[in-house]
Each structure stands twice: as C-alpha cells, then as structure tokens.
C-alpha cells in the first residue's frame, strides 16, 4: 500500500507540473517579447470580414514611429506615423492624404497587445506539438474581466525561441490571426519620406 501511496503521489505531482507548464511556456513567451521590446517589431495581420472580405496589413513599429501597410483587393494603402502627423498613400487613386495624428492613435493597431497578459487572463491548454512549435488553446478565465479580450484564441510558439508563430481569435465577427512576428526594426522601416511616393497628389489637411 506504500508503494501505490508513493506512486500516486509521484503521479499527482506530474500532472500538477503538467498542468502548469503550458502557461510557463506562455510567460516565457511573454518575457522574450518585453525583452525585445525596445528593437521595434514588425508583424502580418490577416482579418477576414464579413461582406469585404480578407484584409490583409503589415506592419512595422518602433516607439511612436509606425508604418502600415495594407491590402485588399485591388488597392494597396500605406500609412506612416510619428506621434504628430500622419501620411496615407493610396496607390490606386494615386493620394497622399497628410494629417495631424489624433491623440488617441496608437503607434500601431494595437494587435500587438493581444500578446500580453496571456499567462494571467486565460486557461491555457496544449492542444498539440511539433519538432518545431507547441500549439496552445487559450479560453478567456471567468477572473478575467476587461471585456476587449477575445473569449478564445489559437497560439502558436516557436520552441527554439519562444517567440509567438501566430495567434488566431474572432473579435466582433471579424476573424484575426496575427503571423510573421519578427524583430529589430529600424528607423528606416518607418519614418516617412517623399520618395515613396513622388508623383502622388497630396492632400495637406493639418
């Protein structure tokens, strides 16, 4: 009877450890972002909407600078920021629409932050894994109040560096994935420059 003691106490404290571990990986995943916070990132957002259909956007971040850029369909819109002012290009009607930026707008879409709080907000399971990633299944936990959060959502993260391959939610009815995540943005990437769009009409509305 010992030895069964034992064992189903060594069995409990696996699966203990078992159950904790997806959300340690997730902390991990956490920890590596804010550690790279200051070098800038860069990631794809996929949305698919009801009626438009797939709206594709990269985008590139460093501190207020931000570059954006978007497809759907036929038309390609590049947007520049930098805290202050704001500039569109349309490639299709072929416009520079320059504004002061409001004070509300974020450096980016603000998708970006869906990656934080992950490991505190959600129960965080592992659905599967390969060589390569861990495949986690996140639903919102009933402590989690702020009512932005997407009550479920597929995270996907690399093992060698515990950066986030993709994550997937639908919000609002639109389906988001975020994928392509990479760092080390330089300024370059974002600031603004009349070059990439020389024979644009440009539209002054500061």
Known sequence: MRKLSVL????????????????????????????????GMAMTVEMRIPLLGTVTTRTWTLGDNYKMKASVKNTEVTTWGDG???????????????????????????????????????????????PEAWYFQ????????????????????????????????KMNGVSLTLRDISFGVVQADVAFDMSHCPDAVVKDKR
């Not at 159950?19 to 790279?36: D, G, L, Y």
């Not at 936990?141 to 986030?164: E, G, Q, R």
């Open 84 to 130: 202050l002012t704001k500039w569109t290009y349309n490639t299709k009607s072929n416009e520079l629409v320059i504004e002061n930026e409001k004070a509300d707008q974020s450096a980016s879409d603000g998708s970006s932050e869906m990656f934080s709080g992950i490991a505190e907000g959600y129960e965080v399971t592992l659905r599967k894994e390969s």
């Open 138 to 169: 996140c639903k919102k936990s009933k402590t989690n109040k702020d009512a932005d959060d997407p009550k479920s959502m597929d995270l996907v993260i690399a093992k060698d560096t515990f950066y986030p391959m993709s994550l997937s939610a």
């Open 8 to 39: 189903l106490s060594l069995s409990v404290c696996m699966a203990v450890a078992l159950a904790q571990e997806p959300k340690e990986i997730v902390s991990r995943m956490e920890a590596e972002m804010a550690r790279h916070e200051g070098e």
